[in-house]
């Protein structure tokens, strides 16, 4: 199965989803969205929230079991099933690899360039609130996830544990201005000075909320970060470096 990619950013950032397998007639069937992915380089890597990867495999049965990506091939959904996936030591940020032999490409790059209050930022992904809304009209209808767009600002940095600390693990964060709900953790913070380039600039992965504010991880804090599974830093896959 081959997914054609376009320019369409639905392409890149992507819902992250637990599925059945379907051992009568093969493939999945879809179960339950977790959260938001978005893809780096070119070798089928991407990067979610670290949480987003522990609810993933939780209750997790190998032979019954799949994690997958959807990708849109309207009006139909692709599913590709996630063969690895790793988390970083202390912050909440987590890479996946997806079980495909095709090239994908991306149009994100991961900025390692600090940036402060005021700094004003895009962000997309897959809300849980918004994939519901047909159950409110079909009792039997499944999740629908649909990409949600919000933009707003960084409020401040923190560079300490949050409190309540709750799921966030790590010391460097960005407070934000929006809140966007779950499922929309592994979303990327995408800087609003490169909207409109051939690349876009990720400065952070948001992660939650609490009633008032959002959290995003730093890119600062995982750019140099060399998972086992990739072999090279976040940086170096995600930009295309050798």
């Known amino acids: 199965m081959k997914f054609e990619q376009s320019d369409k950013i639905q392409d890149y950032i992507f819902p992250l989803i637990k599925s059945k397998r379907n051992l009568i007639e093969g493939g999945y069937i879809y179960h339950e969205l977790i959260g938001t992915g978005f893809f780096i380089g070119k070798n089928g890597f991407a990067i979610t929230a670290g949480h987003v990867v522990d609810q993933l495999l939780e209750n997790h049965n190998a032979e019954t079991d799949a994690i997958t990506i959807l990708l849109q091939e309207y009006p139909n959904w ?66 629908k996830p649909e990409l949600i767009y919000t933009q707003g600002y960084v409020r401040r940095r923190i560079s300490r544990e949050l409190y309540p600390t709750m799921i966030y693990r790590g010391k460097q964060f960005y407070e934000l201005s929006e809140t966007v709900g779950g499922g929309n953790s592994g979303g990327p913070l995408i800087l609003k000075t490169s909207i409109g380039k051939s690349k876009l600039e990720v400065f952070g992965i948001y992660i939650g909320e609490n009633e008032k504010v959002g959290y995003g991880v730093r890119a600062e804090a995982f750019c140099d970060w060399i998972p086992d599974i990739l072999g090279k830093t976040i940086k170096n896959e995600a930009n295309n470096a050798t």
């Open 78 to 143: 692709l599913a590709f099933e996630i063969e690895k996936y790793e988390k970083h030591a202390s912050e909440d940020v987590g890479i996946i690899k997806i079980k495909s032999e095709q090239e994908w490409n991306s149009i994100l790059q991961v900025t390692d360039s600090p940036q402060n209050g005021s700094c004003e930022y895009n962000c997309y992904g897959y809300p849980h609130e918004i994939a519901k809304e047909l159950q409110l009209l079909e009792e039997n209808a499944l999740d």
